[in-house]
């Protein structure tokens, strides 16, 4: 009897401990999946912001875009060279504008030659500099980045904002935890032991 009683004793005590033991596990988890998300969100942010800046500051030294702006042609040339960017960027729009803030590009033929959908915005960047915004646009909300383009003189002729629609952010931040997750996945199974944390960041750029 005696020996019954400690052995059921035992087994509860194992029964708890197993269910401590799985709790700490499953809460272990459950954090470091949170901090995984919000550094991938953090992560892809910066990447995206860079994009954009870098492609932007692309388009406004660009001399023949330089030449159009300055003496207000507004060619087809300059709304094929923003699509051709747009394309081996994989950005959403790419704009062109002049001082007066009238389109000479848009991923959308029938806004070129209308004005800027939201001249507050665009018109802080003569008065302010650059600037990243989450304004909303004719293609939804989105995060741009705008630049000015100069001439010679260094006077301000025209504007460029390049950037990404709302959706678009999403599906790469998804894309990434994807492969993060995929990652971490092999990992637990006796992959990629020797990984370095360099094998993180080529994920996020793809």
Do not use: W
């Not at 741009?144 to 904002?161: L, M, Q």
């Amino acid at each position: 009897m005696r020996s019954d009683k400690r052995l059921r004793k035992k087994h509860k005590t194992l029964t708890r401990l197993m269910l401590i033991m799985t709790g700490l596990v499953v809460i272990s988890l459950l954090v470091t999946s949170f901090f995984m998300i919000e550094y991938i969100k953090k992560r892809e942010d910066e990447i995206i912001r860079q994009k954009i800046y870098s492609t932007a500051k692309v388009v406004a030294n660009d001399k023949s875009v330089i030449d159009d702006v300055k003496h207000h042609r507004r060619t087809m040339g300059i709304q094929e060279y923003a699509n051709k960017v747009l394309e081996e960027t994989g950005t959403d729009f790419v704009v062109i504008t002049d001082d007066t803030f009238t389109r000479y590009s848009h991923p959308i033929n029938e806004f070129v030659g209308e004005k800027f959908s939201n001249i507050e915005d665009i018109s802080s960047t003569f008065d302010s500099g650059d600037h990243y915004s989450k304004q909303s646009g004719v293609l939804g909300d989105g995060l741009r980045f705008f630049t000015a383009i100069k001439d010679e003189n260094g006077e301000n002729i025209g504007v460029v904002c390049v950037g990404y629609t709302k959706e678009t952010v999403k599906k790469q931040v998804l894309h990434s935890q994807e492969k993060i997750l995929f990652y971490e996945r092999r990992n637990s199974n006796g992959y990629g032991e020797n990984c370095s944390k360099d094998t993180h960041q080529s994920y996020f750029l793809g």
